[in-house]
Nanobody, 125 residues
Framework: QVQLVESGGGLVQAGGSLGLSCAAS????????MAWFRQAPGKEREFVAA????????YYADSVKARFTISRDRAKYTVYLQMNSLKPEDTAVYYC??????????????????WGQGTQVTVSS
């Protein structure tokens, strides 16, 4: 089994930046596609960004493209989401997810087997 723990959420003014981290534990030799999803109150969970374990392939939702950057550190078993130029509509609980294997990054939440508990991001104004 894999455990994912997100951190870095908080309150920020519109136009500001936040960096999220997701630390994975419970496996040593496996490879995983990693992704970020988010869910606003009363809304369906939506895809944000995904990255292959190699880090070569990335995929972004159109709503965050050019503003958010996903990256990973295989040695630290950690995936990051740098969020710049934040907007009030970015307010949501952000979840980290993992899909075992070497497959390409996917926007389909059904492809992901492991999920973190989420971290709140609130953008004011």
């Amino acid at each position: 089994q894999v455990q994912l723990v997100e951190s870095g959420g908080g309150l920020v003014q519109a136009g500001g930046s936040l960096g999220l981290s997701c630390a994975a534990s419970g496996r040593t030799f496996s490879s995983y596609v990693m992704a970020w999803f988010r869910q606003a109150p009363g809304k369906e969970r939506e895809f944000v960004a995904a990255i292959s374990w190699s880090g070569v392939n990335t995929y972004y939702a159109d709503s965050v493209k050019a503003r958010f950057t996903i990256s990973r550190d295989r040695a630290k078993y950690t995936v990051y989401l740098q969020m710049n130029s934040l907007k009030p509509e970015d307010t949501a609980v952000y979840y980290c997810a993992a899909d075992p294997g070497y497959g390409p990054p996917s926007s389909d939440q059904n492809e992901y087997d492991y999920w973190g508990q989420g971290t709140q991001v609130t953008v004011s104004s």
